[in-house]
T-cell receptor, first 112, second 116 residues
Framework: DGGITQSPKYLFRKEGQNVTLSCEQN?????MYWYRQDPGQGLRLIYY???????QKGDIAEGYSVSREKKESFPLTVTSAQKNPTAFYLC???????????FGPGTRLLVL | AQSVTQLDSQVPVFEEAPVELRCNYS??????LFWYVQYPNQGLQLLLK??????LVESINGFEAEFNKSQTSFHLRKPSVHISDTAEYFC??????????????FGTGTKLQVIP
């Protein structure tokens, strides 16, 4: 089945630690996105990539980094510079026609 | 500024009653409009979308939304809700932009709670 997978489902981060969230898609979509979801705030865009080896900052990129070495993969690293990382992180990819986004199941990041 | 507003953060409704979830946006140009649904601890799923054509769009599970250009609204409705409709609903808008990138802006979400 085609779709988007995210792992792990839950992730715990210690203070000062970098952690990486995985996002993989087999939909053959060029564009991929990372969003952060906090209660009552909707979804906020962290980073997006429209093509392999290219990515752009979204609205809240500080404290995060990404890479796009393969079309199928768009990992997100939450660095120690992100002081409030506790949130639900959603990865998405977009259809070639450019309108509909498909979402993964999400990763919940918690701070120890 | 371009924005999407969902005024109701929570909407309680009795089972089999009708419901309307409101979405308004600010834009003077054409936009694409979407409703997504999110069940607890899951990702978002597309419910329905308006790109062009008929202003009334329907989903397979009985929801419908009507694009109203004059009121810049895209309200979601269902004539009779079921317990399984309990979820959070997000309105989303694609505003046209230069440079080929179409940014999706999401509303803050409305939690629909269906009461037995």
């Amino acid at each position: 089945d085609g779709g988007i997978t995210q792992s792990p489902k839950y992730l715990f981060r210690k203070e000062g630690q970098n952690v990486t969230l995985s996002c993989e898609q087999n939909l053959n979509h060029d564009a991929m996105y990372w969003y952060r979801q906090d209660p009552g705030q909707g979804l906020r865009l962290i980073y997006y990539s429209q093509i392999v080896n290219d990515f752009q900052k979204g609205d809240i990129a500080e404290g995060y980094s990404v890479s796009r070495e393969k079309k199928e993969s768009f990992p997100l690293t939450v660095t120690s510079a992100q002081k409030n990382p506790t949130a639900f992180y959603l990865c998405a990819s977009r259809t070639p026609q450019g309108e509909t986004q498909y979402f993964g199941p999400g990763t919940r990041l918690l701070v120890l | 500024a371009q924005s999407v507003t969902q005024l109701d953060s929570q909407v309680p409704v009795f089972e089999e009653a009708p419901v309307e979830l409101r979405c308004n946006y600010s834009s003077s140009v054409s936009v694409y409009l979407f409703w997504y649904v999110q069940y607890p601890n899951q990702g978002l799923q597309l419910l329905l979308k308006y790109l062009s054509g008929s202003t009334l769009v329907e989903s397979i599970n009985g929801f419908e939304a009507e694009f109203n250009k004059s009121q810049t609204s895209f309200h979601l409705r269902k004539p009779s809700v079921h317990i399984s409709d309990t979820a959070e609903y997000f309105c989303a808008v694609i505003f046209p932009s230069s440079g080929g990138y179409q940014k999706v802006t999401f509303g803050t979400g409305t939690k629909l709670q269906v009461i037995p």
